[in-house]
Each structure stands twice: as C-alpha cells, then as structure tokens.
C-alpha cells in the first residue's frame, strides 16, 4: 500500500513564542527532525504551512500551503490529503513538527487497522488520542467539505466521521508520543548524545 508523509507545520506556536518548526532540538531545527522521521515513513514528503517562512530557508520538501479558509490543523490534512492524491497514494501518514521521538515504525502499525470501513487510524497512548500523527486514507478528503459544512473543525471528529480505528501504543519508558508546546517543555526534552546517535 502506497502512501506519503506530511508534517503538520501549520500551527502559530504561540506558546513557545512563535516559530516552533525552526526551535532547536539537538542542535538544528525541530521541523528536520520530523522530516527525517517523516522519510522513514513513506517515499514522499512534504511540509503543510500557513506561510512559507514557518519552514526557514531552502527546505528540502515540497511546501505545502493550508487552505486560508479551514482552521487548526485539519487545514493541514487538507494539504496533505491533496498532496497524497497528487501522488496516486493510497493513505497519508501525517504528524506534528513538536513531536521528535515518534516511533520508527509509526505507519507500520497504523497501516495494519486500515480495514475496510476504516479511513482514519489514530495512535493512543498513555490513555491519550494523538489525531496530528494519524494515517489517513487519501479517499477521506471527499468528505471533509461536508464535514466542515456542519461546524466542525477537530481532527478527531473527523476521524470519527470517515470511520476512525485507534491503535494502542505500549512503551516502556518515556512516552514518545510527548510534543514540546513550551519552552520549558523543549529544554525538558533535549535529547542526550544517546538519543542523539539512536535518531541518526
């Protein structure tokens, strides 16, 4: 089954003071190390933004821009979602830029409750739904226009109107769906050179 990898880069940031995607993590950019995880996902890759400056200078990826007209982060699975039918993909794997210690096999696992009826497989853990690192069949963009038609703007609510399978996530140790929203919680999870080698 065919599918791509987009980065959700779309958010203000506010939190940590605007310009999340560009923080450093481990000495460079939060939003290079989404796309190296992104790439171990899927042969495609891009970066969903509201402006192009949210991914610096010269990024190595298509960029992506939400629809001006749809808010949060579904704007970015929007994007996504064109991105993936553009490329005759069959789902998108998506995720936040804030996230640097997803698991290496994130779509593999997902792709396996992609059954029919099923166009949205979201992680759990920790007893939390994670709907920005969701795999998403490319064939749900038919339905977001109506979905927005309603009112509604959630990722999650979306999920559950195309047909939503959530996936378990057990790991020892440190939960690595956790996303850094502040500045605290960035120099809070700085990676150690150990981390450092893993992720290379």
Not at 37 to 61: E, K, M, S, T
Not at 64 to 72: A, E
Not at 165 to 173: T, Y
Request: proline fraction near 8%.
């Amino acid at each position: 089954m065919t599918g791509v990898a987009v980065v959700l880069a779309g958010g203000e940031g506010r939190r940590m003071g605007g310009g999340k995607p560009l923080r450093a993590w481990g000495g460079r950019p939060l939003l290079d190390r989404a796309l190296e995880l992104a790439a171990g996902y899927a042969p495609h890759v891009a970066v969903a933004v509201r402006d192009a400056g949210q991914a610096g200078q010269g990024a190595p990826v298509p960029l992506l821009f939400d629809p001006p007209d749809i808010g949060g982060p579904l704007a970015g699975l929007a994007s996504a979602l064109d991105f993936g039918r553009r490329h005759g993909a069959l789902w998108v794997q998506t995720l936040a830029c804030d996230m640097p210690y997803l698991p290496a096999d994130l779509s593999d696992r997902l792709a396996r409750a992609l059954e029919p009826g099923v166009a949205a497989v979201l992680p759990v853990s920790g007893g939390r739904l994670h709907p920005v690192c969701g795999l998403w069949r490319v064939s749900a963009r038919d339905r977001l226009a109506t979905y927005l038609a309603t009112g509604r703007s959630s990722l999650r609510g979306f999920a559950q109107v195309v047909g939503l399978r959530e996936v378990a996530w057990d790991a020892a140790g440190p939960d690595p769906f956790v996303n850094l929203n502040t500045l605290e919680d960035l120099a809070a999870h700085q990676p150690s050179p150990a981390d450092l080698a893993l992720a290379g």
